[in-house]
């Protein structure tokens, strides 16, 4: 099992920065690509970015040159950098993971984190 633990949302005004943070535990050589995606009210639950444990990144289109995937492998820790925010970012941001590959569907994914929320004022 992998746990899957995000933090770092809150409340910020459009064109401000969030920092998100998804810290894995556990089985974590089950969770060598990590995925973030977001769920906005009465809507679907949509990709936004994912990495392999080797660099590989995949972004949706409206966040790319916005927002910015990494990770520290030694802290078992993803980021999601999220720059230029807009109202319609505004969400509940998850994060998910899996053994390899860059899938944007959710049902590819085995691990998921319990969310955290972003808003984004205008």
């Known amino acids: 099992q992998v746990q899957l633990v995000e933090s770092g949302g809150g409340l910020v005004q459009a064109g401000g920065s969030l920092r998100l943070s998804c810290v894995a535990s556990?089985?974590?050589?089950?969770?060598?690509?990590v995925a973030w995606f977001r769920q906005a009210p009465g809507q679907e639950r949509e990709f936004v970015s994912a990495i392999t444990r080797t660099g590989d990144v995949l972004y949706e289109g409206s966040v790319k040159g916005r927002f910015t995937i990494s990770r520290d492998n030694a802290e078992n820790t993803v980021y999601l950098q999220m720059n230029g925010l807009k109202p319609d970012d505004t969400a509940i941001y998850y994060c998910?993971?899996?053994?390899?590959?860059?899938?944007?569907?959710?049902?590819?994914?085995?691990?998921w984190g319990q969310g955290t929320q972003v808003t984004v004022t205008s």
């Open positions: 998910a993971a899996k053994t390899g590959g860059l899938p944007q569907s959710s049902r590819a994914y085995d691990y």
């Open positions: 556990g089985r974590t050589r089950s969770s060598t690509t």
